[in-house]
């Protein structure tokens, strides 16, 4: 429990969680290192426990030199506008161009292989099909749910992940990705575009609302439930 | 005798680079060569030992990795070539200073 609370208190104070861990372990093996050493000594058991205590302090103390240290804060502490607004849009756009330049690679590969596309079997259709729905769905979703993971890990405010969840379903809506692959003899052609319609709003806002509230509606859950849980860890 | 903490802090970080560069050590390991090489004269204190070794690792100074060593795993601290720049700035630093030191106390004015 002791380990628990200054692990919450690590994180808070805007220590990377495998640092904190890290950090947490190498105390508790140091101590025990020290009682073994005492043992050897032929101390008794609590006096080695004791001897440790004093040699080393409580965990308490390592938690308060490590927070004391600013350069122990994770480069999202210090920026975390970069880290939970900017990175997160960055990684949708690396991830939808990867996406897109794989699926054109595989195609390229079927017809190298296989001929040309002619009459595309009803499996592959079904196939492009799902691409289309993942890249347009399933991307900004994705990484804007790592995103609000790594925040939630990292008991960041909800300042900035909510503004990046904002931004990627934003963009995410106004994003097309049509794969069409022939039914009957027509050449295959993979249209990948980003744009909105003020004539016809309704689809991209209605598709980047829903997007957001499949994101935020779990994280603010979770920011609940570490937010009580950090509470507990002070009392 | 109670020691300047600024003092102490620099001459940790000193100890820390010089005996890893010889080679790589755990905390305990180091808290207890420290021990022993200074004949207790200068204790780091072991609390504050992890805070100051992840700073000199977020610095670039030093590299840690994970290692089994008799069924127990222990994270093993290392110098960087950048570590080591740093470790012969301090070096001729210490020996600017500790040579002052020794001068003024030997009454060298002139």
């Not at chain 1, 101590?31 to 058991?45: F, H, N, Y």
């Not at chain 1, 744009?195 to 499949?214: D, H, K, N």
Request: glycine letters at 10%; a positive charge; charged letters at 20%.
């Amino acid at each position: 429990m002791a380990d628990s609370n200054e692990y919450e208190r690590l994180i808070r104070g805007g220590i990377a969680p495998r640092r904190a861990r890290r950090a947490l372990r190498e105390f508790a093996e140091h101590r025990s290192d020290i009682v073994r050493e005492r043992l050897s000594l032929g101390d008794s058991a609590v006096d080695s426990a004791l001897a440790a205590d004093s040699r080393l302090g409580t965990a308490t103390v390592l938690v308060d030199n490590m927070l004391a240290s600013p350069e122990l804060k994770s480069w999202s502490r210090r920026r975390p506008w970069l880290a939970f607004a900017l990175a997160p849009v960055g990684v949708f756009c690396a991830v939808f161009v990867g996406l897109s330049l794989a699926i054109l690679a595989a195609v390229n590969l079927y017809k190298a292989t296989l001929g040309d596309l002619h009459a595309a079997p009803s499996l592959l259709q079904g196939i492009s099909a799902g691409i289309g729905h993942a890249a347009t769905w399933g991307i900004p979703i994705l990484v804007s749910g790592a995103f609000v993971l790594a925040a939630i890990r990292r008991r960041e405010s909800s300042l900035w992940p909510m503004a990046g969840v904002l931004l990627i379903c934003m963009i995410g809506g106004c994003t097309n990705f049509d794969l069409v692959l022939p039914s009957v003899s027509m050449t295959p052609g993979l249209t990948i575009g980003i744009g909105f319609s003020t004539e016809a709003p309704a689809p991209p806002l209605s598709r980047a609302a829903a997007m957001v509230f499949v994101t935020l509606l779990p994280y603010l859950w979770a920011r609940r439930q570490w937010a009580g849980r950090g509470v507990r860890a002070a009392e | 005798m109670q020691t300047s903490s600024s003092l102490m802090s620099g001459i940790s970080e000193l100890l820390l680079l010089n005996l890893l560069a010889e080679r790589e050590m755990y905390g305990y390991e180091l808290a207890r060569t420290i021990r022993l090489t200074t004949k207790d004269a200068i204790s780091v204190g072991e609390g504050v030992l992890y805070p100051a070794l992840h700073t000199l690792e977020r610095s670039g100074w030093l590299r840690a990795r994970r290692r089994v060593v008799g069924g127990r795993t222990r994270v093993y601290y290392s110098l960087t070539p950048a570590g080591r720049r740093r470790l012969g700035t301090m070096n001729q630093e210490w020996h600017r200073i500790a040579g002052g030191v020794q001068a003024a106390l030997r009454g060298d004015h002139g």
